[in-house]
């Protein structure tokens, strides 16, 4: 006995081994199996998957491992903490695998975040957990006591759902002599029972005969089960039903309808009256046919009971009997083969997916791990794949039933956002039955796209005087990205003008692009700004573009016309002693005033004086006309529109004053309009005497002369002196001006007014006069503590505007100023001014200040008190003439007039 138990502990260490070496090499290909006994308990371990696996422990806990079941009952999970396979239900063998010698339950185990699967293979083994049953625990036989001792009549079969040497083992019978038992092996080595007649029957000595039959199986300890058996002896009837075919055989398809007829099996009696009468019976059946068809007893039709379901059950087998009245019978094997109809579609079961991916995932990134099914089997259960099109994923097999969804290419958020993935599932039927899953994926945001400008460059006008913090304009810059990636912010690009730096006159709103204006801009300084503005998003690392934003700065009428010609004079103010005259303002204001010479004889038309303005504004805003508002005489004068000449209307009549004050309103064509005005006294005299005559007359009493008068003729002849030294250099300086006119002129001798602008000229009557000049106003007065020269400051002058923009061009003409002297007519006005190069200043200047220093020695008071004379730098002989004598006439109307003034006067006459 000792030797036997050995013997059995090295078997099972040799199966344990095997079992071992079997689970390491399904291991090692990528899939498990695993051996355990039915009925364990619920946690019970089956198999160390982390180890025999060769997986780390964290890393199942990190990446999600699972374990997947096929149907709806999950009966084996993973403990993540130490990575064995337990079980999840209680397993029975019997209701899993029932009719089947191996029973095998399949999972599998799938590790999410590596996207692997592996499949793990238990088998479980039987228990001897159930005895042997009999369906029916109290039968009943009737046999004719006509019956032959050996007869054998067929008993129902014992039932043990185990397997192996747990299963239904041997028969025994018990009660009766008469009758014995016989176990029949059949062709799938079913063990069949049969009773068998060993005595003949008399149904006079015992009527009925009490059997017990018993059926036991080969478990330790073993388990019986036992059936009663009543044997009723029946009058005699000597022929039995027979059956036309031992074996009835028929094919079905699986969707046949309820009720219907599938086939009808007969028997035959050769009896007559009741014997003869046939009755069937299902005698032997399993459960499943049982359930699924039924017999009619009186007509021997099979018919359908239930739906088939060839995934189920795909043939059935049962045992039929006939039997007449006289109990006689015969038996008949039905075989019912169910064949398959194509009616499951595919199932798809998504076992893991993602919910989003970043646009920038590599081509081949899995998104979704699949399983797919077909119950049917044949070409009705081949499946084929596939995905929707347009869509930049793929399908690739994982195992045998498993896809992966992995990126076919690049994915683009700004092209997509999100996809629904649909997954098409068909089958080989026909017709062929689809099914279909869909994963939603949405597609994660990288910043991969710049801001772009709505224009690809900005352009506003700002009127100038703007207030500060005007808005300017408003750029607008998009962002493809999404979120955080889309977000814009603007910031000016650093820069200078005019010395100061660019955020200083400009600025922009970071969150909105509007631009506006920190200063007042003046279109007088600055005509237009380049600037740049960046669009930034909030990416990381940011990506930017910048835009060109020209900003032209329109002008504005803000300035009124500024008089160059006559002078401005300042009004009295406060300790000024000089008087107010033809030349000065009684308003305290500045004004303009000016002294003109009209002779009497003048024809109409003939030109009095030029009033001479320009406009710091542009356009239309510096486009001059000039207006008489107010004259003494107002028909007599008239002034030129666009010219501003003065020239006579009419000419001059013995009636018309000699003295007349013109006010000439030069007006701009800005909305509103601004203007200013000048005046202008005109004298109408034949001679100079008679011009400080008439400016004399209004003048203050003089003091009366005392014994100054040889004074003043050492004065004249002083000033005579000078003025033939005067002529001497005029000469002198003419006949070298001649002899260089006779020279060829240098290359460069054009090239010295080329850089002039051509502002500072102004077209009259077609003729281009340099309008800068040099004045000096001298003022003389008895007190030689007040009198004074005083030389003005060059002015430039000009009607258009007083500066162009920069990008016009304004070259000089190669004119000389010999050319345009000669062009003059030697007969203008005192006051008509020529022009001269800057800073010239002519010799007679000179002469006049020297005079009119010697005569601020004498404390006498002249006529001329309040005269400002005004000497033009480039004054013609004539012009210093008609001054001078206008010197001497002065002087004569208050001393005695020596002859020596005369003669002065016929030498310069």
């Known amino acids: 006995m000792c030797a036997a138990r050995e013997g059995r502990c090295g078997r099972r260490q040799r199966a344990l081994l095997c079992c071992v070496l079997v689970a390491a090499w399904e291991a090692a290909r990528g899939q498990l199996r695993y051996s355990v006994p039915e009925e364990l308990p619920k946690g019970s371990f089956v ?35 130490s990575g064995h396979l337990v079980t999840a239900e209680r397993i029975d063998r019997e209701q899993l695998c029932r009719l089947l010698e191996k029973c095998v339950l399949r999972c599998e185990l799938i590790v999410e975040g590596e996207m692997k699967v592996y499949a793990i293979e238990v088998e479980i083994t039987d228990i001897n957990d159930n005895a042997p049953t009999f369906k029916e625990l109290q039968v009943e036989e009737r046999m004719n006591e006509l019956t032959a001792p050996g007869t054998r009549f067929p008993l129902s079969k014992a039932h043990d759902p185990d397997v192996g040497v747990n299963s239904l083992q041997s028969y025994a019978l018990s009660g009766d002599e008469h009758f014995s038992l016989s176990v029949q092996a059949g ?67 699986e969707d046949v309808p309820v009720g219907s007829t599938l086939l009808t099996i007969t028997a035959t009696d050769p009896d007559d009256g009741t014997n003869a009468d046939v009755k069937y019976s299902v005698k032997v059946a399993t459960e499943m046919a049982s359930k699924h068809f039924n017999l009619v007893a009186e ?27 006289g109990e006689l019978f015969d038996t008949a094997k039905v075989s019912i083969s169910v064949t398959d109809v194509n009616d499951n579609a595919p199932e798809i079961s998504v076992r893991s997916a993602l919910s989003e991916i970043s646009e920038d995932a590599a081509p081949g990134t899995v998104v979704a791990l699949l399983h797919v099914q077909d119950r049917d089997s044949g070409a009705n259960g081949e499946v084929r794949c596939s995905l929707g099109e347009g869509v930049p994923f793929r399908l690739e097999r994982a195992l045998d039933d498993y896809y992966s969804v992995v990126t076919a290419r690049e994915l683009d958020r700004e092209r997509a956002s999100e996809y629904n993935v649909t997954v098409r599932a068909a089958d080989g039927g026909s017709p062929a039955l689809r099914s279909g899953a869909v994963l939603a994926l949405r597609v994660l945001d990288v910043n991969d796209n710049a801001p772009v400008f709505a224009e690809a460059r900005y352009s506003a006008r700002l009127p100038e005087n703007n207030a500060e913090g005007a808005l300017v304009l408003t750029v607008r810059a998009w962002d493809a990205d999404w979120g955080q990636n889309a977000r814009v912010r603007y910031r000016l690009r650093e820069g200078r003008l005019r010395g100061a730096p660019l955020s200083s006159y400009v600025s922009v709103q970071a969150e909105t692009g509007a631009l506006y204006a920190l200063r007042s801009f003046d279109y007088e300084e600055v005509r237009e700004v380049e600037l740049w503005v960046r669009a930034e998003d909030g990416g990381a690392p940011p990506l930017s573009s910048n835009v060109s934003v020209r900003l032209l700065i329109a002008d504005e009428n803000d300035n009124a016309p500024q008089v160059l010609y006559p002078p401005a004079a300042p ?32 024809e109409p038309g003939a030109l009095v004086a030029k009033v001479v303005a320009v406009d710091a504004d542009a356009g239309q805003n510096a486009w001059l006309s000039y207006e008489l508002a107010k004259a003494t005489e107002p028909g007599l004068f008239r002034v030129g529109l666009h010219s501003g000449e003065v020239r006579t209307a009419r000419s001059p009549l013995a009636r018309d004053a000699a003295r007349h004050s013109l006010v000439v309103v030069v007006k701009d064509r800005g909305r509103p309009a601004l203007s200013a005005t000048a005046t202008l006294t005109v004298v109408l005299a034949e001679s100079v005497a008679e011009l400080l005559s008439e400016l004399g007359s209004a003048a203050a009493p003089a003091e009366p002369a005392g014994s100054l008068t040889r004074w003043l ?17 005029l000469l002198a300086l003419r006949l070298r001006r001649w002899r260089r006119s006779r020279l060829p002129p240098p290359p460069s001798a054009g090239a010295a007014l080329r850089g002039v602008p051509a502002s500072h000229f102004v077209g009259i009557d077609g003729v281009r006069a340099f309008l800068r000049s040099y004045s000096h106003d001298v003022s003389l007065t008895a007190d030689s503590r007040k009198s004074q020269l005083r030389c003005a400051g060059g002015s430039c002058c000009d009607t258009l505007p007083a500066r162009p923009p920069p990008d016009e061009a304004a070259p000089l003409r190669g004119e000389d100023a010999a050319a345009h002297r000669a062009a003059e ?85």
Not at 715 to 728: E, G, K, P
């Open 47 to 81: 198999g160390d998957v982390a180890k025999d696996l060769a997986l780390e422990l964290a890393a199942l806990g990190a990446r999600g491992a699972r374990v997947v079941s096929q149907g709806r009952t999950q009966y084996f999970a993973l403990h993540a903490s």
């Open 187 to 253: 062709a799938d080595g079913e063990k069949r029972p049969e009773l068998v007649l060993a005595k003949a029957l008399d149904r006079e000595e015992a009527a009925f005969h009490e059997l017990l039959l018993r059926a036991s199986d080969g478990g330790d300890p073993a388990r019986t089960g036992t059936a009663r058996i009543r044997v009723a002896v029946l009058d005699a009837n000597d022929n039995a039903p027979a059956f036309s075919q031992a074996v009835y055989t028929v094919r079905v398809p």
């Open 299 to 325: 007509t021997g039709a099979i018919k359908v009971a239930r739906n088939l379901d060839f995934e189920e059950e795909d043939s059935y087998e049962f045992e039929v009997q006939a039997r007449d009245a």
């Open 571 to 602: 009004g009295p103010g406060p300790g000024s002693g000089a008087g107010v005259g033809a030349w000065g303002s009684a308003s305290g204001a500045w004004s303009w005033a000016g002294v003109e010479l009209a002779p009497r004889s003048a």
């Open 713 to 729: 003729v050492l004065a004249v002849a002083a000033v005579s002196c000078l003025f033939l030294a005067f002529l001497l250099l």
């Open 825 to 909: 007519p030697d007969g203008l006005p005192v006051s008509a001014a020529t022009a001269a190069a800057p800073g010239f200043l002519p010799p007679f200047s000179l002469l006049a200040r020297l005079s009119l220093s010697l005569f601020s020695l004498f404390p006498i008071t002249f006529p001329l008190s309040s005269l400002c004379i005004r000497t033009d730098v480039c004054c013609s002989r004539l012009s210093f003439t008609v001054l001078f004598l206008s010197l001497l006439d002065g002087i004569s109307h208050w001393v005695p007039r020596p002859p020596i003034f005369s003669c002065v006067q016929v030498i310069i006459m």
